[in-house]
Every structure is written in structure tokens, then in C-alpha cells.
């Protein structure tokens, strides 16, 4: 009779599978910031391909019309932002097409009592605008605004810069008449994109690859808690306020003008507190961004830029004027 033979299979022990559990788990942590880093890449590059679609914008409108678009603007109560007249040129014409710039109010969205913003509120409720947001950005896209859900976007036009570090820049107003902010903000009119009035070419006699257009606000201001530097409003909302330069009017009522910053502080520098900081429209809330080490800016040639969080800031505040006739230092 043939012997029976037990053939007895092969296991792992169980520190063979530790080992192989714990050589899984280094080669995850080593691919994991790989991933992260490749995917902040792509959204970086996502994020300068924005402003890129912006400057194109600016540059069509400004061949239509000889001018830039109005920074903010007061028509008939409060009136649009620069967003406004840009859309035909950054791909959102049908938007622009259901927009009323006609009635009263037109830029305040979700304003109530039948004016013109609850018609654009209407028009644009629930609509994401890629080209008003960063996808790095933590924030959230759209914003309540009344009964609407609005874009709230995370690029701000460049009004000029206050005076420091050696720039002198008469072209300012004391800000802002509302809102609980601390005293010491400021509007200039020394940039591109200003409250109610135009800008052409020939008015950044520093040159266009020396002056900012737009810039980056998209990210939370640093502070004890989270505070949103986007306009409450939302992305249509200009000023309400009459005046431009010296004769703006930022003392009266409210005084705003959403969509535009006021450098005065370096990127990512801006603080909850400090002056002309604040969430319900801050004049200098200035730029920010959740990219590592800077914020990208828009140039009047329609190039992008990395500026870097150390930044020079008479190079930023010369950047951020367009003739201040400074020889502008590396950036």
C-alpha cells in the first residue's frame, strides 16, 4: 500500500506581512507629496492660465474701445465692476447677453425692491465663472448673495499703491465710511483698473511689462480666524460712490470700491486688523494666494508673474503704479 503524503502549502509569517505592510506604507508617504506637489502644479499653472485668459481680455476691449475697463463703477446707485465689460473677451458672453446695466443698482446683486441687481442676480445665479477663481484657492466659488448664489472671485484689479518705501502717491482718499474697519485704509488712483474713470494704454508711460493689472486674492487673510477678502457682493458689484481721484467720495456712506485693491502690504502680508483690511471689501486687502512662497500678477503686456512673498515692496508699490517714473528694481 502507497504511503500518504501531506504536502503541507507555504504561509507568510506574520512578520514577513509587517514587513511588507511597513515597506507599503514608505513607498505611499514617499509617493503621496509627489502626487500633491504634481497636482498643485497643474493647478498653478491652471491659475496663470486665468490671468493669461484676463489680460487677453483687457487687450481685446481695450482695441474695441481705446480704454481699459472702469475699475469700479457707480451708474444709477451702485454700478458694475470691471468684470462686467470684460466677459464678451474671457469666453462669457452669454452672461454678458442676460445682464441689465440699464436700471438702477445694476452692479448690486440681490439687492431686493425690484431693482436691476435682482434681474443680474437672476441671470447669473448658480453660474461658476472659471476665470474669476483659483483652483488652488480653499475658498468657496460661489457666495450667498441675498436669495442668489453668485461667483465670488478671487482676482482683484490693481488701483495704484500708497505712498511708502520711497513712493510718494498724492492720488489718494482716506477709506472707507462703513463697515467696522480700522482707520488708516486708503484708495489710490495711481494703477490701471480705477474707480470711475478709464485707463489707456499710453497712461502706463512706466511701460506695460512694468505695471500690475489684476492680481491674486485667494486665500484666506491670515489672522486668529479665517476671514474672506472676497466682496460680499459678489463678482458685478463696483461702487455706489461718486468722484475719482482726490474727488471720490470714500467718506460718504458706504465710500467702497469692490474689485480693486490698494497695494500696501507684501504678498500674503496682509493681516485681519490692520488698516484698509477687512472682509466686507477691504481697500488694501492686497494679494494673497495658497501657492507656495507668492502670488501671481497680470502685467499690463498681458505676461503673468510669480511675485515672490519677499518681494522689494518699493518694487511692488512701483509695479503697482503706472507712472511713477521710477527705474523699477528685480522682480
Known amino acids: ?105 445694476p452692479g448690486w446683486v440681490g439687492a431686493g425692491g425690484g431693482t436691476t441687481g435682482d434681474l443680474n442676480g437672476q441671470a447669473s445665479n448658480g453660474i461658476n465663472i472659471p476665470v474669476m477663481i483659483c483652483p488652488s484657492s480653499p475658498m468657496p466659488s460661489l457666495i450667498q448673495v441675498g436669495s442668489y448664489n453668485v461667483t465670488g472671485p478671487q482676482y482683484l484689479g490693481i488701483s495704484g499703491a500708497m505712498t511708502g518705501n520711497g513712493l510718494t502717491e498724492p492720488r489718494a482718499v482716506a477709506c472707507c465710511g462703513c463697515c467696522g474697519m480700522t482707520a488708516g485704509g486708503q484708495i489710490v488712483f495711481g494703477g490701471v483698473l480705477v474707480a470711475n474713470a478709464v485707463t489707456r494704454m499710453k497712461d502706463m508711460s512706466d511701460g506695460t511689462s512694468n505695471t500690475m493689472m489684476v492680481g491674486e486674492c485667494s486665500n484666506w487673510i491670515p489672522g486668529s480666524a479665517k476671514v474672506n477678502p472676497t466682496p460680499t457682493d459678489g463678482w458685478l458689484m463696483g461702487t455706489g460712490t461718486g468722484g475719482t481721484g482726490t474727488n471720490f467720495n470714500a467718506a460718504a456712506g458706504d465710500g467702497r470700491a469692490d474689485q480693486i485693491t490698494t497695494i500696501n502690504f507684501p504678498p500674503n502680508g496682509a493681516t485681519s486688523g490692520a488698516a484698509g483690511v477687512h472682509q466686507n471689501y477691504g481697500p488694501n486687502n492686497g494679494l494673497l494666494s495658497a501657492h507656495t512662497g507668492g502670488v501671481h500678477v497680470l502685467l499690463g503686456d498681458g505676461g503673468v508673474r510669480f511675485v515672490s512673498n519677499n518681494i522689494n515692496m518699493l518694487t511692488l508699490r512701483e509695479l503697482a503704479t503706472r507712472d511713477d517714473g521710477m527705474a523699477l528694481g528685480e522682480f
Open 1 to 105: 500500500m502507497a504511503s500518504l503524503r501531506v504536502e503541507r502549502k507555504r504561509a507568510f509569517t506574520l512578520i514577513e506581512l509587517l514587513v511588507v505592510i511597513a515597506i507599503i506604507a514608505v513607498l505611499i508617504a514617499l509617493l503621496l507629496p509627489a502626487v500633491q506637489q504634481a497636482r498643485e502644479a497643474a493647478r498653478r499653472t491652471q491659475c496663470k492660465n486665468n490671468l493669461k485668459q484676463i489680460g487677453l481680455g483687457m487687450h481685446n476691449y481695450e482695441s474695441t474701445y481705446i480704454t481699459f475697463p472702469i475699475g469700479a463703477r457707480v451708474d444709477n446707485g451702485w454700478g458694475p465692476s470691471w468684470w462686467a465689460g470684460l466677459l464678451p473677451y474671457a469666453d462669457q458672453a452669454p452672461l454678458y447677453n442676460k445682464l441689465n446695466l440699464g436700471g438702477s443698482h
